[in-house]
């Protein structure tokens, strides 16, 4: 099968024009493992995203105290499975080993071709935000059921994460923000680490200049975010990322599903950082809303604003 059509089948790519899928084709590299060798090594830093179009590997992860490596995932789990995303967003040492379970082969696209054909087509790092939140997701909860906690690497040197938080899945399945030992559900503290998580994934891909045609809002509960001109939405737990044309002319409907308080943080192509509201209390039935069409956000609260920082 042509690079072209292997391409065409990961979900980053899908409707990339045709003059898009060859500037990605030109830049893959394709690469053979036999069994058993790594691929990603934790600690090292990586090379950029895999695609396999043949084969198996495992994501695992070494623990302290001369304890076994944690088995995290197998791949492929679908028709053409991506591992090691965090490698295009930072240059930090990855956080998991990703070894050849048999003979397989994959395609390397190196973090300088991603970011220069995200710079293009930010939809794909839309989809890569999206496939790390599911990943960390995965990742706490087989954490919390193991009764292990994550142990993060530092944030990518150069990004400027409004706080410090514990970067998503960088191979697979991989860190997580820390959970309960206990084997119960994630705590409570997994809700403002995933908030973090993703307000640093996006503040990065904006560093890169890759998402230059969307705004941000990422919402803490208990809200739900409505816009008729919405790009998509991202959930991380009960935290929601909505994707929004940069000047929507639409905005942003918050609806409470419980009287509370929420935050919401916004980041824009123009820079600058995060832009928080709140934490704001809100009831069921109250008018919130969020402006982008002037490109400065405004947040509206039964029609008076509502500050921000």
């Known amino acids: 099968m042509e690079m072209k059509q292997l391409l065409q089948r990961v979900d980053y790519f899908k409707g990339l024009d045709g003059k898009a899928l060859d500037r990605l084709a030109d830049a893959a590299i394709l690469r053979n493992y036999p069994a058993g060798e790594v691929i990603v090594k934790q600690g090292e830093t990586g090379l950029g995203l895999y695609v396999i179009t043949r084969g198996r590997v495992r994501v695992e992860k070494e623990m302290p105290n001369g304890q076994p490596p944690l088995k995290l ?20 040492p990855r956080s998991a080993t990703v070894r050849s379970i048999e003979e397989t082969e994959c395609i390397l696209l190196t973090r300088d071709s991603m970011t220069k054909l995200m710079q293009k087509y930010p939809e794909i790092a839309v989809g890569i935000a999206r496939d790390l939140a599911q990943k960390l997701r995965a990742a706490n909860d087989l954490l919390a059921a193991t009764g292990q906690k994550g142990n993060a690497p530092a944030p990518a040197a150069g990004a400027a994460p409004p706080s410090p938080a514990p970067p998503p899945a960088a191979e697979g399945t991989t860190d997580a923000p820390k959970a309960e030992s206990n084997g119960n559900a994630p705590a409570e503290g997994f809700k403002a680490s995933a908030q973090k998580t993703l307000l640093s994934v996006f ?83 109250e008018d919130c809303r969020l402006d982008l069409s002037s490109g400065e956000p405004m947040l ?7 500050g921000g920082r």
């Open 73 to 92: 995932n197998e791949l492929p789990t679908k028709e053409t499975s991506a591992f090691a995303e965090m490698a295009v967003i930072d240059n930090q």
């Open 203 to 285: 503040d990065r891909l904006y560093t890169m200049k890759a998402l230059t045609k969307f705004s941000v809002a990422v919402i803490g509960c208990p809200v739900e975010g409505v816009a008729a001109d919405s790009i998509g939405e991202i959930r991380l737990g009960e935290v929601k990322a909505v994707i929004l044309p940069s000047r929507s002319k639409t905005g942003l409907r918050l609806q409470a599903l419980e009287s509370g308080e929420f935050t919401l943080d916004v980041l824009r192509p123009e820079g600058g950082g995060p832009i928080r509201f709140g934490p704001m209390p809100l009831d069921p039935g």
């Open 300 to 306: 509206y609260r039964n029609g008076i604003p509502a």
